[in-house]
């Protein structure tokens, strides 16, 4: 078969091999050897000669022709090396472990964090070069880990000029569009309900009982389609972020401060033009009729989640009448939810981890975060105004962006079930064969540590959610005609399906631009994209701060359990607080092995098989990584002695052999205990060699021991 030509995005690894994910068939990575890169770096788009079959399931192998694309041009680095010729270490993993620098070095010394542009070089043989741009100060600074990931994600920064002057001269525009034109619902009872922490309110809700026992139910969002006009400098800065990023310790807004925080944003006792969703619901919770309209909307109280929650709980509250709305919005909502998971929502519970930092940039404390009976009220409205939104516009023929998420692949849902038999091997894996029989079992588990565990492994098995121009369904809600909506201050999608729908009232009865379509689609890729970096990017952030958490904490120990086994060791999640690290494969078998992964466990030769999923441990911080983003443990006790042992009994300087703390090895071949000498250690064979046992007769030469000739 004569070799092809195709283009694709290079994927490096650590091993100085890679893969080319080819752009006719993303499904298809090709094998790239150590020898055959180019020069390529991790994400550059690439020319390469394809040999074998490019076909999902078949074996290819590509050679990097040609660079087409870099998709590093600027990213952050750490100098290295003597004064008089240093070096960079770039903060990027998957990048080479070190560059040449040209130019002048802007100041900096050894153990200086630089942002840099990359050089091409004259000679391809060299690779490229790094320029130094600017010095950010020291590298053991945790200040500075957001330039590492704003460079590393191309995050955006400070708002254009142009754009900040827009969003003051459309200010007076603002104030006068609050009180003119619209239907008044200031005079009804409303609030915000956000985290404590939240500086931008872009929903308010209203509930009143009708004398018939039904509810209408008013769902408000800040009309941001008002204050920013399509095709001007603040829409095309909030186009090209696509939503606001939030990162520990920041956030990087998708508008403008005076927009996000004080010209739309629903403050309590303001004067706010809104998009209103008014629904009427029966005593069952279903939808008897729903409005749409422009209004505007003055907030009594900005009410935060715990507060929420402290008067469902039963707390009283100075206003009454307040603390009834609330009672009966926590009704409604649960009713609602009953009905979203009988027509088969999901309902995961996966705390998330919450970081505080302190005024140096590291975590002061690492919690988790469970989302409790005021986020459900909340989250139900959110999507059933979101639900009325969608309909509204789909019924009047007008394009939309659509929330869309497909269901697991058949494969995904395989390797979950060969990993719930290492969780949970009591319950018949085999007997979870559709939609309807997972989630009943899934909401039937009770809440404790390994449910959360087993939650997070059916998320890594849904495919990720994405922006469409034609609704494919969602999945995990269990609905099908979804997109949002009601943040409209943070997501780009939002504020354009604003905009439909604005145009679908100022022109009743006519049809939507043709072009619209053809925007949508486009508008729904970007969208996607921005939105997975920003994902993306939290993610690193949070990875290096929990390593930074761990820098202050070598040789401390804590109780986890095992999270997965790869090639590279045993994965361990803490049980507090929240973090995650690496028990490397040399540390707890140092034998040589030959592994291959199956669901969440390794299988091979060597000394022991890993511990299964879930296994509880008990494992000893011994090393950090900020430039891997890894956290190494070693492992001190595992099974039924990590429950008993106490962790404080290893310190700093203690060093244990991990064979006095854990269950008896199980032989790899029989999978039975091997037997233990008086001393503890495996019994002898009269195989091995050594004292304490029968020394071999030596072989004369050329011969060989056994079957499978000279070894």
Not at 144 to 151: K, P, Q, T, Y
Not at 163 to 181: D, F, G, K, P, V
Not at 593 to 621: C, D, F, H, K, W
Not at 646 to 657: E, I, Q, S, T
């Amino acid at each position: 078969m004569r070799p092809e030509l195709l283009t694709g995005r290079f994927l490096a690894t650590r091993q100085r091999f890679g893969f080319v994910r080819l752009d006719s068939d993303p499904a298809v990575d090709c094998f790239v050897p150590p020898h055959a890169t180019g020069g390529a770096f991790d994400g550059d788009r690439v020319r390469c000669e394809v040999h074998g079959d490019p076909r999902p399931g078949c074996s290819c192998e590509a050679h990097v022709l040609a660079i087409l694309e870099r998709h590093h041009r600027r990213f952050t680095g750490r100098l290295g090396g003597p004064r008089r010729r240093p070096y960079l270490v770039p903060d990027l993993a998957r990048l080479p472990a070190r560059l040449r620098l040209t130019g002048d070095l802007q100041g900096a010394r050894p153990d200086d964090r630089v942002l840099v542009a990359l050089e091409e070089a004259g000679d391809a043989r060299r690779g490229p070069t790094a320029t130094i741009l600017t010095r950010l100060g020291e590298a053991h600074d945790a200040r500075l880990d957001e330039e590492i990931v704003r460079a590393e994600f191309s995050l955006p920064g400070d708002y254009p000029r142009a754009a900040e002057q827009e969003a003051a001269e459309r200010e007076s525009h603002l104030m006068w569009t609050a009180c003119s034109r619209r239907q008044d619902f200031s005079s009804e009872l409303t609030v915000t309900i956000d985290p404590a922490d939240a500086r931008d309110h872009d929903d308010a809700v209203s509930l009143a009982v009708r004398p018939d026992g039904t509810w209408r139910l008013r769902v408000h969002i800040a009309d941001v389609a008002e204050g920013v006009a399509p095709g001007g400098a603040i829409d095309a800065e909030a186009r090209r972020r696509g939503n606001s990023t939030y990162l520990p310790g920041c956030m990087i807004p998708m508008l403008p401060q005076r927009y996000a925080t004080r010209l739309l944003s629903l403050k309590a006792g303001a004067l706010r033009p809104v998009m209103t969703l008014s629904m009427r619901l029966g005593r069952d919770g279903r939808l008897l009729g729903t409005r749409v309209e422009e209004g505007c909307v003055r907030s009594r109280a900005a009410l935060d989640y715990d507060q929420v929650g402290e008067v469902l709980a039963g707390a009283a509250h100075d206003d009454v009448a307040l603390r009834q709305m609330l009672c009966e919005m926590d009704r409604l909502a649960q009713l609602l939810r009953r009905r979203r998971f009988a027509r088969g929502g999901f309902d995961l519970d996966v705390p998330e981890t919450e970081i505080e930092l302190d005024a140096d940039g590291v975590p002061r404390r690492i919690s988790r975060h469970r989302s409790g009976r005021s986020h459900q009220l909340i989250e139900e409205f959110m999507i059933l105004g979101n639900r009325v939104a969608c309909r509204f516009a789909v019924t009047r023929g007008l394009p939309y962006v659509f929330r869309v998420h497909p269901p697991p692949t058949p494969e995904a849902l395989e390797r979950f079930r060969e990993q719930l038999r290492e969780l949970a091997p009591e319950v018949p894996a085999q007997g979870l064969t559709d939609v309807e029989r997972i989630r009943s079992w899934l909401a039937s588990l009770a809440r404790e540590p390994r449910t959360w565990q087993i939650h997070e492994l059916f998320l890594r098995a849904m495919q990720r959610a994405s922006y469409a121009a034609h609704d494919a369904g969602h999945y995990g809600l269990g609905l099908r005609g979804y997109g949002h909506f009601t943040s409209p201050i943070r997501r780009y999608p939002d504020l354009f399906n604003h905009r439909l729908i604005k145009w679908a009232l100022a022109h009743p009865g006519r049809p939507a631009p043709r072009e619209w379509s053809e925007e949508v689609a486009l508008l729904a890729r970007e969208c996607t994209e921005t939105a997975e970096r920003s994902e993306r990017a939290e993610s690193e952030l949070t990875r290096i701060k929990l390593v930074r958490w761990a820098e202050r904490r070598w040789g401390d120990s804590f109780r986890g359990r095992v999270s997965g086994t790869s090639r590279a060791g045993i994965h361990v999640a803490l049980d507090e607080p929240p973090v995650r690290g690496l028990v490397p494969q040399q540390d707890w078998d140092p034998a040589p092995r030959r592994n291959r992964e199956r669901g969440g466990r390794t299988y091979g030769r060597g000394r022991g098989s890993a511990p299964t999923l879930g296994t509880p441990v008990i494992v000893q911080i011994v090393r950090s990584d900020i430039r891997e983003r890894q956290i190494f443990f070693a492992l001190r006790a595992a099974g039924p002695k990590a429950l008993r042992a106490d962790p404080h009994a290893w310190g700093a300087n203690d060093v244990h052999d991990i064979g006095e703390f854990c269950e008896p090895r199980l032989d790899a071949v029989t999978r039975r205990r091997r037997p233990r000498g008086a001393q503890g250690q495996p019994a002898s064979t009269g195989r091995r060699r050594g004292r304490g046992g029968p020394r071999k007769r030596p072989l004369a030469r050329g011969r060989t021991r056994g079957r499978g000739g000279r070894r």
